[in-house]
Structure formats: structure tokens, C-alpha cells
């Protein structure tokens, strides 16, 4: 995870696949393990934006993550004590958009892993000192897995483009894209503060 280096893992083969937020209205978001319900606190018998209460996460999810890190580091302990407890959800349908940003909102600095379903994106990852260059354009697809961490951590990046009708038939999206970003909070105890979150 040192080194700044940037590891998308294509989670179908586990082969590598190389080759402040302004979050757009067209982008709805939502916490599967922890919903942040004010400013600076996050609550553990959260419920969603419907009432309904805040699934626990998913076991899947934890393995999924611990394979993406050991793919993207080479390290085959990378991912032994790698923990995720929050997902943060986004869809985003033909036109949304994701500008510039870092994931500044956990206490912990542990790699982000991120999920893509459904259609292609052109992500952007770019340098942890500003939104301008120098940064890289990276097809997203389906299934691909990609992992910020160590140097990486506080990189800014952003979705410039979603590319409608990419979506394979299994995806299960008719369209649009959905992406999961898997993270350690750092939190303890049964109401968390944490500092910079946004209701």
C-alpha cells in the first residue's frame, strides 16, 4: 500500500486492472453500516433514509476487501487485520457526476476500498496536495475493485463521466452506476463522533 502507487483490482479475475467534495444533486448517498444523523455524530442503531434499520455489514464485504488488498499489494498478509464497519453507497445515473475530493472523514487512515456495479466511469485519481494535475483517468467497470491507501490515502479523486449502457446483463442495473466504498471509521463505542462528517 506504500509507495503512492495505484492499484485497481478486477474483483471477477483478481487480476490487476491497470490499463473539498462537491458531490453532484444527481448522486444519492447512503451508509449501509453507519448513517450519520447530525453533524459530528454517527450512531450505531442508525436507520436509513426510509426508517428502516441500518443492516450490519456484510461478511462478504470484509473478505472482498481483505482479497482486494492482498491483490493490490502483493502482500499476502495485507489484508489479516483489515476490518471495514462502514460502506458509503453512491448511484449515479447517466449524467451525475462526482467532482474532486479526499475521504478526510474517518479518524482512520486505512485503505479505502471501492466497488463498481453496473456502467463504466471515468475516474479520476489524482495527487494529495490539490484537484489540479497531476492526476490519471481510469475506466472503472463493473466488478472492478479499486484500493487507496498509504501514500495514496488522501489522494483527491472524483467520477468525471459515467458511459451509459456499459453495464454487463448480470450487473443487475438496468443502468447507471453504483459504487461501494468500503473504509475503516476508527470510531469506538456505541455513538461515534467523527469529525468532518457532513449530515
Known sequence: MG??????????????????SSRSRDVRSHRLSWLALAALQVHVDATDVNGT???EFPEWMVQLSRRALVESSGDPRAGDDYTPDTALVNFY???????????????SLTP??????????????????NRNLPYED??????DLFVFGGASRLAYHGVMKIFPGTAPPNSG????RVNITMRVTGMVGPQRLLSGVRP
Do not use: K, W, Y
Request: hydrophobic share 30%; proline share 2%.
Open 3 to 20: 509507495g503512492g502507487s495505484i492499484s485497481p483490482v478486477d474483483c471477477r479475475t483478481g487480476a490487476d486492472a491497470s490499463g473539498e
Open 53 to 55: 434499520r441500518v443492516l
Open 93 to 107: 445515473d447517466d449524467v451525475a457526476r462526482m467532482g474532486m475530493h479526499q475521504d478526510r472523514d474517518e479518524r
Open 112 to 129: 479505502v476500498v471501492s466497488l463498481s456495479i453496473g456502467d463504466t466511469c471515468q475516474f479520476r485519481f489524482g495527487n494529495t496536495t
Open 138 to 143: 481510469i475506466a472503472l467497470s463493473s466488478g
Open 173 to 176: 442495473l438496468g443502468n447507471g
